[in-house]
Each structure stands twice: as C-alpha cells, then as structure tokens.
C-alpha cells in the first residue's frame, strides 16, 4: 500500500509565501516523476511544476520564476516553495506520483490536497 500526503498550505497574504511539502510512504521500490498541480473553484485540474528522480525540473508559465519545485529523494518528499503569491494561486494544490511498488507495478498516486489562499 501507497499514500501520498501533502501539508503546508494554509492562507496568505498577497507576496506571502508558503512551502508545500509531500511525503509519499509505504512499499515503494522507486519513484519516478513527482509533481505539483492545482486545482482553482470552476477550473480544470492544471500542472503546476514537475521533478524527475534526477532532478530535471519544468515549470508551468504562471509559476516560473516565483515557485521553486525540489525533492529529498531519501525522505521520498517533493516540496514546493512558492514566493510572491498572488491572489489567483489560490487553489487546492495536489501531488502527484509516478511509483514504481515493491513487486514491480507502477502506478500514479494522488494526494488529498492542500488548500491555498492568497488573500488579505
């Protein structure tokens, strides 16, 4: 069995900043991708940055520059620290894994989500 739990987000002011972490536990052989999306009330679930397991980042356009996606590939943990937040962040922010599990099956697992919101 898999789980993936994000934590850290909360509410913020505008160019506040917040740090999401993801930790994925349980027989996990190798982790391949891990990535950030969000998800905004009435919108389409969209990709936020994504980290290969060598460390090869991609950045959607709304967060480059300002979000910062890394991982501690021994704590099997994605973070993602975003700076100069604004207003329209404000989502449930998920992560997303690419695991390969004890026994050979590789599959995508889902966090719960975070909710973030950037408003004063």
């Known amino acids: 069995q898999v789980q993936v739990v994000e934590s850290g987000g909360g509410l913020v002011q505008p160019g506040g900043s917040l740090r999401l972490s993801c930790a994925a536990s349980?027989?996990?052989?190798?982790?391949?991708?891990m990535d950030w999306y969000r998800q905004a009330p009435g919108k389409r679930r969209e990709l936020v940055a994504s980290?290969?397991?060598?460390?090869?980042?991609n950045y959607a356009d709304s967060g480059k520059g300002r979000f910062t996606i890394s991982r501690d590939n021994a704590k099997n943990t994605v973070y993602l620290q975003m700076n100069r937040l604004k207003p329209e962040d404000t989502a449930v922010y998920y992560c997303f894994a690419d695991i390969q599990v004890e026994g050979g099956r590789r599959w995508g697992y889902w966090g719960q989500g975070t909710q973030v919101t950037v408003s004063s």
């Open positions: 980290i290969g397991s060598g460390g090869s980042t």
């Open positions: 349980g027989s996990i052989f190798r982790i391949y991708t």
